[in-house]
């Protein structure tokens, strides 16, 4: 009695993803790892940085949006503009 072709794919399917799980893990261990160079030594406290400066200024345009002028404190006059309109 033989096994049914669905079950030999299976089998083959199986054995080609152990293979690759297999070659990834050899060639994890064995290769030389290499460290990827930081163009700045402090381009992570740069985009830190920017990316603060960015969330700020969509939390004024949305309070702005809201109505909720007087909540501001310090309102820039550049983000009195709505999206789409040019000054």
Known sequence: MGLDNSVIVLFIIMGCGVS??????????FMAQTEEPQLHPDA??????YMREVRLRHHD???????GRRAL?????EYLV???ERR
């Open 20 to 29: 690759i799980v297999m070659g990834w893990a050899i060639s994890h261990r």
């Open 44 to 49: 992570a406290t740069q985009q830190a940085q």
């Open 61 to 67: 345009v949305l309070a702005v949006g809201m109505g």
């Open 73 to 77: 404190v310090r309102l820039r006059p």
């Open 82 to 84: 709505h999206p789409g």
